[in-house]
């Protein structure tokens, strides 16, 4: 038990070499696991998203398929959408990548809003 204490200093300091750069201040690795549990809450939210958007076209949903197509969805659409979108208003984005960030965040969440009240009301989204 008692060289349980050293490993994990060493195992903690070995890990935050290898993912935090040089330089920056004390509380990036703070920053960091916020931002880890933020994607993986966001993650779990799109799933859902796409259950209920499965379910409210009157589909046999299980969570595997809402998974499934959710990890499709993602990676084709979200990929060819972010290099489009990227490459035509790239000069603004690097001038103001705060702001950029930051309404790409609440698009994000409005995007999931809408997608779990469309299972409550499928009438006002599906035609």
């Known amino acids: ?5 050293p490993r994990r200093t060493y195992f ?3 890990i935050k070499s290898l993912f935090i750069p040089q330089g920056v201040s004390p509380d990036y690795y703070n920053f960091i696991i916020w931002r880890i549990i933020q994607r993986y809450v966001n993650a779990i939210l799109q799933v859902f998203g796409t259950q209920s958007l499965l379910l409210a076209l009157g589909k046999k949903s299980s969570l595997t398929q809402a998974a499934a197509l959710n990890w499709i969805l ?7 959408t972010r290099l ?14 705060k702001r950029w960030r930051f309404r790409g965040s609440l ?5 999931n809003f809408l997608e779990i009240i469309t299972f409550i009301f499928p009438r006002c989204f599906l035609l």
């Open 1 to 5: 038990v008692a060289t349980s204490g």
């Open 12 to 14: 903690r300091r070995h």
């Open 74 to 80: 993602k990676d084709t659409l979200g990929k060819l």
């Open 84 to 97: 489009i979108y990227g490459s035509l208003t790239s000069n603004k984005l690097d001038a103001d990548a």
């Open 107 to 111: 698009l994000f969440a409005l995007g």
